[in-house]
């Protein structure tokens, strides 16, 4: 019998096999080979098919990854650039001493009599920033004065926050009312607590 390969034979013993095989035999065993063949083939495509998925996943999930860390990156990216900013803004104000500003804020409002006081309370270092909180204290003063100079206090671009406000209704020459006020600012500062 001569196979389909050219150049290629059969052992002589193993073609006088298959010559002797009945048709009926020889049949079963061209569907035996054909039969190992697929399962071979098919489990061949079973574990190449699994193994490519497993690269996928391993693929898609580096590609997740990367795009968390893009992400991230432009996260830090802006924060980096709104602290570079913080800082320059208070680099800008660290010649300019609080009560100097607050006093300026009071004249501007014409406060600048009423003013009592402008004390440090405390210290708190936190990292490169330090933090100053002050007691400021305005005494007898129209409530329209103080409202806009609490404003300009908190929008100002000073690099300091109102923590409390103690507002005290008072009478000025028995029917007037004026207002006392008592607040906790908040100063932020580049540098080492003194």
């Known amino acids: ?42 489990g061949f495509w079973y574990l190449l098919h699994h193994e490519l998925q497993d690269k996928a996943s391993r693929v ?39 009560s100097a500003w607050v006093e300026d804020l009071a004249n501007k409002h014409e406060l600048g009599t009423l003013l009592s006081s402008v004390s440090e309370k405390g210290t708190e270092q936190v990292g490169d920033i330090t933090q100053t909180r002050y007691t400021v204290e305005i005494k007898r003063a129209p409530q329209e004065a103080l ?13 300091a926050r109102v923590d409390t406000a103690n507002f005290k209704i008072v009478t ?3 029917k007037d009312k004026a207002m006392d006020l008592t607040l906790e600012i908040l100063v932020l500062s580049l540098g080492q607590a003194q």
């Open 60 to 98: 898609r999930a580096a590609k997740d990854t990367y795009q968390h860390v893009a992400a991230l990156e432009t996260q830090y990216k802006e924060a980096d650039a709104r602290f570079s900013s913080q800082k320059d803004r208070l680099e800008q104000y660290s010649k300019q001493p609080v």
């Open 172 to 174: 000025v020459h028995g």
């Open 1 to 42: 019998m001569a196979t389909a390969l050219t150049g290629w034979r059969l052992p002589e013993s193993v073609e006088s096999q298959i010559e002797a095989l009945t048709p009926r035999d020889r049949m079963l065993l061209v569907g035996l080979i054909l039969f190992v063949v697929a399962l071979g083939t098919g």
């Open 147 to 159: 409202f806009r100079f609490l404003h300009d206090l908190e929008t100002s671009g000073f690099p």
